[in-house]
């Protein structure tokens, strides 16, 4: 029987989930958005596959996920339309667009943006809670801006990655590490000052960019230096790293597929 295959671009407020993949007696993003593709395709054979997982509480501003059917979709406008009326409000599918067979979601190559948003130094509105990590120390954004560019290029990330194997690939490459002032996300209970994390690249492991933007923390706090976070990069060299920063501070922000 022939497969019709679609790509479809979706957003989400992640505050309220246990991230995107299916587990047991939780709410996850994967778990609603199937519920809602079964209901409205009537119990007709489908099949849905992320183009990558995020962690509980983490949002996306840009995510994808692949849909495999049995029947082509006629109308897709009225599909997406029919699709958003169904979802949760705070997910939202933005676009869709047929794929050949060819296309494998998973494997196809692709970079990934993510954005880390926060602000320091006194306690903020609780309406900032979903998507913005507040440290309440005082943080050195002067040198916590250098520390960021430190990630940049290959490098060696055992440390940034949870729970590492013996047998894991560490050397990677970062195409973007950069820390500059937020003027992406504003509201009127947003704190006057705030900050993003940006870093690209083609893959990363469990973790790794909150323990990299915990790691900067903890430089922008004094605990660590600069060259604490250069040692940690080194080939075959495996310096823990402990702070894991917040996960709802962590936006998937972009998807390239090449």
């Known amino acids: 029987m022939k497969k019709y295959f679609y790509v479809i671009n979706i957003q989400y407020l992640g505050y309220r989930f246990h991230g995107w993949q299916k587990q047991p007696n939780v709410k996850t ?7 809602t ?12 596959l992320s183009s990558g997982r ?3 509480m983490v949002s996306a501003e840009s995510a994808y996920f692949e849909l495999f059917l049995k029947e082509p979709i006629d109308d897709q406008k009225a599909f997406l339309e029919l699709f958003n009326t169904n979802l949760p409000q705070d997910l939202r599918a933005l676009s869709l667009k047929e794929v050949d067979a060819e296309f494998n979601i998973i494997n196809h190559s692709k970079i990934k943006e993510y954005l880390y948003l926060f602000t320091y130094g006194e306690k ?3 309406f900032c809670a979903p998507i913005m990590t507040t440290i309440l120390d005082d943080l050195d954004i002067e040198l916590m801006k250098k520390g960021a560019k430190l990630f940049e290029g290959e490098n060696y990330l055992k440390s940034y990655c949870y729970k590492p194997t013996d047998n894991g690939i560490y050397t990677r490459t970062i195409l973007t590490c950069e820390l500059i002032e937020n003027t992406i996300y504003t509201a009127n209970y ?3 000052q705030s900050y993003i994390l940006r870093v690209r690249g083609k893959g990363f492991m469990r973790n790794q960019i909150r323990l990299m933007m915990g790691t900067l923390i903890d430089l922008g706090k004094g605990k660590l230096s600069l060259n604490d976070i250069e040692d940690s990069l080194l080939p075959d060299n495996f310096v823990k790293m402990n702070y894991i920063a917040p996960a709802s501070g962590l936006i998937l922000n972009k998807i390239e597929f090449e």
């Open 29 to 35: 993003l994967h778990l609603m958005v199937d519920r």
């Open 37 to 48: 593709l079964n209901f409205i395709l009537e119990g007709k054979y489908f099949k849905s």
């Open 54 to 56: 995020t962690d509980a």
């Open 124 to 126: 903020c509105h609780p």
């Open 190 to 192: 947003f704190p006057n």
